[in-house]
C-alpha cells in the first residue's frame, strides 16, 4: 500500500529525527508468530482531549485488560458503544465491554463519591456484569483537596493553572508528602482515623493561613469515607498482582493514560500542568508493573492542537479558523465545560512527545474537522529571539515568546460525517488527496507511523492501519 511505503520511506535517514523503519520493525518482529501483543500504553501526545476514550475503546476491542494509571476526575472521555453515550471520569474506559476487566492502578487518585456516581451510572445504562478492580494503593481525594485547590489557584495569580479545582493537586501532594489516605485505608478504621487525625490538623492550619477558616469535622469525614469504603471493597485489592497476573499469562493488557504528555509535571509546560505524570513511563509506576512489561507505546494526537486552562501555546488561533476548529470539533472540556483553546497542529511539541514516551505510532484525530480549511498550516520549528529552534523550550517565558515556522499545506473539503464513515470503509486511499498528504508530511516529519486515523466521534469513523503496519510490506516471520 502507496501510505506504508511512505511510513518506510520517511524513515530513510534524509532528515527525519527518527528511523519509523525501525519501530515497523518493532511492531513486526518484537511478538513471535500469532502472538498478541500483550502490553499497550496509550497516551495523550497534547494537551489532554485528543480523543483517548474513543482510541482506548477502540484497541480495547482486542483487549482483556484496561487499566488507568494516573490523574483523577479532571479527566473526562465520552465513549459512544451501541447507541449508548457514556461520559467517564474516573472509570477505565473499557469498562462497557463484556468481558474486559478495568483496573483503576495506584497512580491514580480517586474521588470515591464520582466513583460510586459513575458506577451508579454506568448500572442504570444497563452495564451490571462489569469486572472492576480499584488499587489498595490508590490515593484517596478528601473534601480539604478540594477547598485546597480552589485556595491555592486564587493566590497564584498569573501562575495559577486552571485547575479543574477537582482536587488533584493537593491530592498528590499529600501522596509525596506522605500523609495521604490510600483506598485501602478506607477499610481500616483504625488507620484512617490516625491519618485524618493528622491531615485535618494540616488542613485546618492550612486554610487559616490562606484567610479561611474552615472546620473540616473529623467524625462526619471518617464516616462518611468508611461507608463509601465498604461499598467499594469487593473491589479494592492489589491490582499490581492482578496485572502481572495477566502478564505471566499473556493476556492482552491496555493502559489508559490521562491527561497528556503537555500537562504532565516533569515533561509538559510546568507551571501550568496537572499533578500526576502523564507520559508512558508513568503507565509502569501508576500500575505496578515492570517498564519492560510495556510492549508498545501510542501516542494520540489531534490533527490540530487545543488547550483547556492557562500556559503558553505558541501555534493559538485566536481567529475565524480557531472558531472553526472549536465549533466543527465540538471544543468544549468534557469535566468544566470551558471552552477549549485551538490551534494548528505544532510538530515541535509532537516531537518533543514522541521523545519523552518513546512513541511507537501516533493515533490521529478529528483529521475530518480540517475540513473546509482552504490553506492548513502546521509548525516546523519556532523562532525564539530571531533564532530557529526545532526543541521544545522548558522556559516558560521562550515558549510564551516562541513564534511559530509554518509549513503551509493544501487543505481539502468539509465532508458529512456519513461520507467521512464511507471514507473510513474504504481504506486511507479514499481520503481526499490533500488529506493524505498531510498526513505523509505529519509522520515522514516526526519519524513515527500513523497506526490509526479517526475521522469522527463513531466507532466506524475510523481507518485502523495496524494490521497493514503488522502484516504489510513488512511481513512477519
Ligand atoms: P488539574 O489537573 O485539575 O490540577 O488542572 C491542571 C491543568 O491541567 C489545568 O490547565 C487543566 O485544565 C488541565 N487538565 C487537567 N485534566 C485535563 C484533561 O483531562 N484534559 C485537558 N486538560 C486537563
Not at 518506510?8 to 508468530?33: C, D, E, Q
Not at 474506559?93 to 480517586?110: D, E, H, L, M, P
Not at 499545506?409 to 461520507?419: H, I, N, T, V
Request: hydrophobic residues 40%.
Amino acid at each position: 500500500m502507496k501510505f506504508i511505503k511512505l511510513f518506510l520511506s520517511a524513515a530513510v535517514p534524509a532528515g527525519p529525527r527518527r528511523g519509523s523503519l525501525t519501530n515497523v520493525y518493532l511492531r513486526t518482529f518484537r511478538f513471535g508468530p500469532g502472538e498478541p501483543m500483550s502490553v499497550e500504553v496509550i497516551v495523550g501526545a497534547q494537551w489532554g482531549d485528543e480523543g483517548k476514550g474513543k482510541v482506548v475503546d477502540f484497541y480495547s476491542e482486542t483487549a482483556e485488560l484496561v487499566a488507568r494509571f494516573n490523574g483523577g476526575d479532571n479527566a473526562g472521555h465520552t465513549i459512544k458503544f451501541r447507541d449508548r453515550e457514556f461520559k467517564f471520569h474516573l472509570l477505565p474506559s473499557g469498562i462497557v465491554r463484556r468481558g474486559v476487566t478495568a483496573v483503576i492502578g495506584n497512580g491514580v487518585v480517586i474521588n470515591p463519591e464520582v466513583l460510586l456516581r459513575e458506577l451508579r451510572e454506568l448500572e442504570a445504562k444497563g452495564i451490571r456484569n462489569f469486572r472492576l478492580f480499584i488499587s489498595e494503593r490508590a490515593q484517596v481525594i478528601m473534601p480539604y483537596h478540594i477547598v485546597q485547590d480552589e485556595l491555592e489557584e486564587a493566590v497564584k495569580g498569573g501562575l495559577k493553572a486552571g485547575t479543574t479545582k477537582r482536587g488533584i493537586g493537593p491530592a498528590y501532594s499529600d501522596k509525596v508528602g506522605r500523609f495521604g489516605i490510600t483506598m485501602g485505608d478506607l477499610l481500616d478504621r483504625e488507620l484512617l482515623q490516625s491519618k485524618l487525625e493528622l491531615a485535618i490538623a494540616i488542613k485546618r492550619n492550612l486554610t487559616a493561613a490562606y484567610g479561611r477558616k474552615q472546620d473540616f469535622p473529623l467524625r462526619k469525614i471518617l464516616e462518611s469515607y468508611l461507608a463509601m469504603g465498604a461499598r467499594l471493597k469487593k473491589h479494592i485489592r492489589n491490582t499490581s498482582t492482578v496485572l502481572n497476573q495477566a502478564i505471566a499469562q499473556k493476556r492482552s493488557i491496555l493502559l489508559e493514560g490521562a491527561q497528556g504528555t503537555l500537562l504532565d509535571p516533569d515533561h509538559g509546560t510546568y507551571p501550568y500542568v496537572t499533578s500526576s505524570n502523564a507520559v508512558a513511563g508513568a503507565g509502569a509506576i501508576g500500575s505496578g508493573i515492570g517498564p519492560r512489561a510495556i510492549d508498545w507505546v501510542v501516542g494520540v494526537s489531534k490533527a490540530y492542537t487545543t488547550r483547556v486552562g492557562q500556559g503558553p501555546f505558541p501555534t493559538e488561533l485566536t481567529d475565524s479558523i480557531g472558531d472553526h476548529m472549536r465549533e466543527v470539533g465540538r471544543e468544549f472540556g468534557t469535566t468544566t465545560g470551558r471552552p477549549r483553546r485551538c490551534g494548528w497542529l505544532d510538530l515541535v511539541a509532537l516531537s518533543h512527545a514522541v521523545d519523552v514516551n518513546g512513541l511507537d505510532a501516533l493515533a490521529l484525530t478529528k483529521l475530518d474537522v480540517l475540513g473546509g480549511l482552504r490553506r492548513i498550516n502546521v509548525a516546523v520549528a519556532y523562532k525564539i529571539d530571531g533564532e530557529k529552534v526545532h526543541t521544545f523550550p522548558a522556559n516558560i517565558n521562550m515558549l510564551a515568546a516562541a513564534e511559530p515556522v509554518y509549513k503551509e499545506l493544501d487543505g481539502w473539503e468539509a465532508l458529512k460525517p456519513a461520507e467521512w464513515t464511507a471514507i473510513s470503509r474504504r481504506g486511507l486511499s479514499h481520503l481526499p488527496s490533500a488529506a493524505q498528504e498531510y498526513l505523509e508530511f505529519v509522520c515522514g516529519e516526526l519519524g513515527v507511523p500513523i497506526e490509526l486515523v479517526s475521522l469522527g466521534p463513531s466507532r466506524e469513523a475510523t481507518i485502523d492501519l495496524r494490521d497493514e503496519l503488522r502484516e504489510g510490506p513488512l511481513q512477519r516471520p
